[in-house]
Every structure is written in C-alpha cells, then in structure tokens.
C-alpha cells in the first residue's frame, strides 16, 4: 500500500503565495518522479510541475516564474511553492508520484486533492 497525504491548500488572496506539501508513505522501493497537477471546475486535469530524482523540473507554461517545485527524498516529500497567485489557479491541486514498490511494481499513485482557492 501506498499513501499520498497533501497539505497546504486553503484561500487566498490575488497576489497571495501558499506552499503546498506531499508525503509519500508505504512500501516504497525507488520514487522516480513526482509532481503536481491541477483540476479546475469544468475542465481537464493539467500539470503544474513535476521533479524527477535527480532534480529535474518542468513547469506548465502558465507557471514559469511564479510556482517552484522542490523535493526532500529523505523524506518522500513534495512541495509547490506558489507565488503571485492568481484567481485562474483556483483549482483543486493533486499530487502525483511514478514510484516502485517493494513487490516491484511501478505504478502512478495520486494524492486526495486539495483545494486551492484565489480571490480577486
């Protein structure tokens, strides 16, 4: 079993900055990769950064400059540092991590959600 656990979400205003956190637990072999995506209200999920393990980011277009993702792998942790918020990043924010288990099996794995909320 494994276990992707957010925090951080919450409302905020134009402007405004939030980190958000995820912790992956459980039989946890190797992570590869992890990263944020987001769903807004009537569209598609979209990413937002990813991280691989050695460092690597990619950002969405739309975040360059503003959002800074960061990882701790002693801890199998997570972050989106989000600047500059903006009322179009009003959406529900989930982690993702491609990990290997312990059994050997590679696989995505997705956090609950948490939501992002941006006044104007």
């Not at 959002?67 to 918020?85: E, G, P």
Request: proline share 2%.
């Amino acid at each position: 079993q494994v276990h992707l656990v957010e925090s951080g979400g919450g409302l905020v205003q134009a402007g405004g900055s939030l980190r958000l956190s995820c912790a992956a637990s459980g039989s946890i072999f190797s992570i590869n990769a992890m990263g944020w995506y987001r769903q807004a209200p009537g569209k598609q999920r979209e990413l937002v950064a990813t991280i691989n393990s050695g460092g690597s980011t990619n950002y969405a277009d739309s975040v360059k400059g503003r959002f800074t993702i960061s990882r701790d792998n002693a801890k199998n942790t997570v972050y989106l540092q989000m600047l500059s918020l903006k009322p179009e990043d009003t959406a529900v924010y989930y982690c993702n991590s491609k990990l290997t288990t312990y059994s050997g099996r590679w696989s995505d794995y997705w956090g609950q959600g948490t939501q992002v909320t941006v006044s104007s």
